[in-house]
């Protein structure tokens, strides 16, 4: 979920700030040679091991998964079990009527299937929720980039008044030291007794399991299947590369750049969220979010930070009018002059990159007591 949406009118916009224009480099692009960075054989996303360490399985068309598990919060099997427990457990909410799931729901890929989500007595932010897959790559967390880590991120909502409504992190780890069950099992994953921290550690651990590789784009581009995709998708994919300038921000095995662009959300309603720049404080970041992952899109909608677009052919339709011009718009962002069919084919293209590794993943049937 995210936090409280800071809506502002495009005059005061201008008004308050300096006019700025953000160029941002480019990354190596998917496919912009043909083939994405690293070969991964498609297996079974999950595994541990005797010592109870958890190695993540490889997935074709991703990087190494293990390579970003941060050293200082190793995978085991205790903590990922653990972490899965706290994601879906709607008793870490003011009112036990929240869970992490309940805006990131295995069902619709770890998103909510709404414009934006609702948290406790029904309150709505003002941000739809991006989807929990592969934010292991990740290095900034949420559409604004405001938590450095899954860590960050995944004790962040609880006490934003808005998602999980603790006045504070004392008060939910106070109402966790109540139930014997989650007492237990901290002790078993970290030898000491229930903190915030070893809340972040467990539920980010959880979702770097969360995973999806071996699209069908995946194994024509890698795997050498020429049938992976149909003749609509092939031409959606030299579309993506090159006419439709969708690698300028959709880059690398994981189809994101890692940064913020503004692409004139808001701007035509009088209405804008200020995004990354109420994170830095950089005129050149008003209006920024961040490129999320184009992996599991035509199963994660709505689409864009708040929500607006409900189909892949509104998204396509918006970025080939070149977004919306304000003064902060990105300069990567220029009207594209697609054809009606050419907007068909790369939409069949996007449909390719749903891949697996994620759907085993489901909620607990018990929890701790």
């Known amino acids: 979920m995210k936090n409280k949406t800071f809506m502002i009118s495009i005059a005061a916009a201008t008004i308050a700030v300096i006019a700025a224009w ?99 007595r029904r309150q709505q932010g003002g941000r739809s929720a991006p989807a929990s897959i592969n934010r292991l790559y990740s290095k900034a967390q949420f559409w604004d980039g405001r938590a450095a880590t899954l860590e960050e991120q995944s004790i962040g909502p609880f006490t934003n008044p808005v998602e999980h409504g603790f006045v504070d992190h004392d008060e939910m780890i106070a109402k966790m030291k109540k ?10 994953v970290f030898g000491a007794d229930i903190t915030i921290g070893g809340v972040g550690k467990a539920i980010a651990s959880f979702q770097r399991t969360i995973l999806s590789g071996n699209s069908p784009a995946d194994r024509f581009d890698m795997g050498g299947d020429e049938k992976a995709l149909s003749p609509e998708a092939q031409r959606g994919l030299a579309l993506f590369r090159e006419k439709a300038r969708c690698t300028k921000c959709h880059s690398g095995f994981n189809f994101t750049d890692e940064k913020f662009h503004n692409l004139g959300i808001g701007w035509d309603t009088n209405t804008v969220d200020l995004g990354r720049y109420m994170v830095t ?21 709505p689409y864009m930070h708040d929500g607006r677009f409900g189909t892949l052919e509104e998204v396509v339709s918006f970025y080939n009018q ?42 607990p049937t018990e929890f701790p007591k």
């Open 179 to 188: 139930i014997e069950g989650y007492r237990k099992l901290f002790k078993k």
């Open 22 to 120: 953000g160029f941002f480099p480019l990354a190596d692009a998917f496919g912009q040679s043909g083939k994405a960075p690293k070969k991964a054989p498609s297996t079974a996303q999950k595994g541990g091991s005797a010592d109870g360490a958890y190695k993540l399985g490889a997935l074709l068309g991703l990087d190494d998964p293990n390579g970003y598990v941060p050293v200082d919060n190793p995978l085991t099997e205790d903590k990922v079990e653990l972490g899965r427990l706290l994601f879906f457990d709607k008793r870490l909410s003011k009112d036990n009527s929240i869970a992490c799931a309940s805006c990131h729901m295995p069902g619709v890929a770890f998103t909510d299937g709404q414009q934006v989500s609702s948290g406790i």
């Open 322 to 363: 070149g977004g919306v011009k304000n003064p902060h718009r990105d300069e990567l962002i220029i009207p594209l002059e697609l054809t009606d069919q050419e907007k068909r084919d790369l939409v069949e293209f996007l449909h390719s990159l749903n891949g697996e590794g994620w759907q085993q993943i489901t909620s």
């Open 281 to 301: 404080k950089d005129p050149q970041e008003i209006g920024a979010f961040k490129t999320p992952t184009l992996r599991e899109i035509s199963r994660t909608a």
